[in-house]
């Protein structure tokens, strides 16, 4: 069995986002039971529903802990139900998160060289002490065993693999024109499984286009959670929120012959879900014509508070 939280699924930025004053933010601000509010993207995972894995540190986190009482600590004075997070990138919507985890309890933070580099370089990460947190790297096509504080197996297996995508927005190489200095490693998808391996999810939240490896990888899951930043490619230039492309910030779009949706259509899958929703996507409301056909295409919008069980 494996449990699922959806903590947060907004890309960065949140929904509504601080600066924005588009129509859709407007409604989740006024209350609009259809223009529902959301954190920034993360997922915990159980397989006993008492130790969780968090994917992604989002700056929210603090407040994703608060909402979901599985999170609150349950033993001592001092302790969590988190035994590991599990890092998929070094955006700040990925990472930032980890400050609101320092005060000194112990758990593990899992991800690529690459990403623990990006700790390393930030020294405000030393927030979580060493000699507490632990980081521990993992290998892409490695299967590794997520461990609780004693040392002992969660009931966890995870799979670490490269996803088609772009180095954290921050550490772009402005003269690398090309791919901006991203590197194996910078963008990571995460396969989990049960020890008796009787489900199979997928996390795939920064993906920057289709491959065939990908698409086979993603076949046969019981749930694939994918990158559901647009709606279109050029989303943001026509509503001149932004001046990017989705394929210059490296995240794949929903609609049309080579968007995600026709993309991974012919797949079997027992549930297709988008995570990491932007705010400019019209998919985050319930109302729109673009929702319609999202799920009529039998895919499913990611909210906060979702709770879903495998298999
Ligand atoms: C992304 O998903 O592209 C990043 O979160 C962008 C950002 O850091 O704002
Ligand atoms: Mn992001």
Redesign the pocket.
């Known amino acids: 069995m494996i449990r699922v939280l959806v903590l947060g699924a907004a890309?960065?930025?949140g929904f509504p986002q601080w600066n924005s004053n588009s129509e859709a933010c407007r409604r989740a601000r006024a209350g609009d039971a259809r223009a529902r509010p959301a954190t920034q993207a993360s997922v915990a995972i159980s397989a006993d529903n008492v130790r969780w894995l968090v994917v992604n540190a989002a700056p929210d986190l603090r407040e994703q802990i608060n909402r979901e009482t599985a999170l609150h600590p349950k033993t001592g004075l001092r302790s969590s139900p988190i035994a590991g997070v599990i890092l998929t990138n070094g955006?700040?919507?990925a990472v930032a998160g980890l400050l609101n985890l320092r005060e000194r309890t112990p758990f593990s933070i899992y991800a690529h060289a690459r990403i623990l580099e990006v700790l390393e370089a930030n020294p405000i990460f030393g927030v979580l002490a060493p000699d507490v947190v632990r980081r521990v790297p993992c290998t892409l096509e490695e299967t590794f065993v997520p461990r609780d504080v004693g040392g002992n197996d969660i009931g966890l297996r995870v799979t670490p693999f490269a996803v088609p995508g772009k180095i954290?927005?921050f550490m772009e190489d402005a003269h690398d024109s090309d791919d901006f200095g991203t590197q194996e490693g910078d963008t990571v998808g995460l396969e989990f499984s049960d020890a008796e391996g009787s489900a199979r999810l997928l996390y795939i939240a920064?993906c920057a286009r289709l491959t065939d490896m990908l698409c086979a990888r993603c076949n046969g899951a019981d749930l694939l959670f994918f990158d559901g930043?647009l709606w279109r490619d050029d989303e943001m230039v026509v509503s001149r929120e932004g001046q990017k492309t989705g394929q210059r910030?490296?995240?794949i779009f929903m609609t049309g012959p080579r968007g995600s949706i026709a993309g991974l259509a012919e797949l079997a899958l027992g549930r297709r879900i988008f995570i990491?929703i932007n705010n400019t996507n019209p998919v985050l409301l319930s109302d729109s014509a673009e929702r319609r056909e999202l799920e009529a295409a039998g895919w499913e919008v990611a909210y906060d508070g979702m709770e879903l069980t495998l298999p």
């Open positions: 890309a960065g930025g955006d700040v919507d954290a927005l920064n930043t910030m490296g995240h990491h």
